[in-house]
C-alpha cells in the first residue's frame, strides 16, 4: 500500500468514527453493523473493525459510557461503576414535586379533558399558561386537537399520568361530586362575577407561577 493510499484511508477512518458515533447517540435500540453501515455509507466489515476500535478507544479513555455489542447490535451503554451516579439522578428528578398550582391545573384537564387552556383557565379562575407548560414538558398533559367551534387546541392527560398516579384508565379516577360543588354551575357563577366585575388591564390579570 502506497502513503498516499494509507493517507487517504486514515482520513476515511477518521470521517467513519464521528458519523458511527452520530448515528449510535440517537440510536433507542442496538444496531447492527449491516444497519450501521447503510447509514454511514461503508462497507459492513469496516464497519464493524471501527465499532471495535472505538470501544477500545473509550476504554482506554475509561469513559462514562461504553459501546457493547449485545446479541448482535452495537449500542451505548453507562459503564457500570457509574450506575449509581445516573440512578441518584434519574431518582431525583422523579421525585421532582409539582407545585399546588400545577396539582390543581392537573386536576381539572384530568376530569374536563378533552379541554382548553382558556376553560381551565375559567374553572380556576386565574391565567394557567405557564402551569400548563409545565405539565406538557413533564408529559403528564399532551395536545388533544382542537375545539370544532372555536379552533382552540385541547388537552388531555397522558399514558404517564395514569402511570404515575398507578391507575390503568381514567376510569379509575375518584368521583369528585361528593367534594365539589357542580363544575358547570361553579363556572356560571365566576362569569356572572367577571360581569360586574370593573374591567382590568389584561396584563394585570393574575397568573399562577408554574
Known sequence: MTEQDQGAETAEAVELHPALEAVLMVADQPLDALTLATAVGHPPAVVDEALAALAAEYDAQGRGFELRNVAGGWRYYTREEYAGVVEGFVLEGQQARLTQAALETLAVVAY?????????????????????????????????GQDGEHGATLYRTTSYFLERIGIVSLDELPDLAPHLPDLEEMESEMSSAAQLAPATDPGEARTDEA
Open 112 to 144: 374536563q379533558q378533552p379541554v382548553s387552556r382558556a376553560r381551565v383557565s375559567a374553572v380556576r379562575g386565574v391565567n394557567v399558561d405557564g402551569v400548563m407548560r409545565t405539565l406538557l414538558n413533564r408529559g403528564l398533559v399532551e395536545e388533544a
